[in-house]
């Protein structure tokens, strides 16, 4: 039995080392092409796999809005997707993220403190939410919209009696409008975002009104009026995914049409 064994692993290897030399001489010829890159291949899996072959602002253009109002409706209503965003906030900012003065004066550094926690529950602009609220609010923003801008708003000295006369205001990222493009004072505008002309950002061009809002109030702009607000006034926190990427994509993007596909398995 052990020799019947051993003749025929003989026998295979010989037909395994005949193939092996029949395929190094091919190659060798060159009649059998070395390997490329499989990802770059169009045929089996790949035939229908076609990628996008625009600048950092083509793909973030042409899916913002949708996709930002699919990631919104997801966290609405698909459990999983609610609790992975408020996981990843809560990681992130957890109760809020508190400042500590270290100017190295002890006096000084008290004081400090002391006007911080006078000045943080009324630091934002039309809310009570306080600074520490922005901060989770700002994060679930850049979470399901992709982005967030929070713009600086100076107040007078007899409206914040004892405090900065300075507040912060949450604007959501539909008040800049993907589809702007053009040329503006500065330079070149892309989704809504104006450029100068070594690349640095000088304005975002904001909607005066909501484009969903529901209410029309006479005297108000148009939703479709902008205004240019200089970049010194605006931070704008969104994930940088590619070089020249101006606008962001909700942290949520990948995860989408398999969290639908199986709230639709669940719902059959």
Known sequence: MAEKFSDR?????????????????????GSIKKRGIDAA???????????SKGDANFDVAAGLVKTRARSRDAYLNFPYIRQMVDRWVDGLV???????????????????????QKWEPVAVAGSDMGFYGAERL?????????E??????????????????FKIQLVEPDLLPVGKNGTGRYGQIICGVELDGIGEVAAYHMLR?????????????????????????IVHIYDTLRAGQVRGLPLTVPALLTAKQFHEMLDA
């Open 94 to 116: 957890g109760n809020g993220l508190r400042p500590t003065p270290m100017s190295g004066d002890p006096k000084w550094d008290d004081r400090a403190w002391e006007l911080w």
């Open 148 to 165: 967030i801008l929070i713009r600086f708003r100076s107040r007078r000295f007899d409206d914040m009696p004892g405090l900065p006369p």
């Open 9 to 29: 692993a003989r026998a295979s290897w010989a037909v395994f080392r005949g193939r092996a030399k029949a395929i190094g001489r091919k190659q060798r010829s």
């Open 209 to 233: 009104r909501h484009p969903g809002a529901t209410y029309q109030t006479a005297g108000f702009a148009s939703s479709a009026d902008t205004a240019a607000v200089p970049a010194a006034e």
């Open 138 to 146: 700002s994060m679930l923003h850049v979470a399901n919209d992709g």
């Open 41 to 51: 291949k169009t045929t089996g899996p790949n035939r229908l796999w076609s990628g």
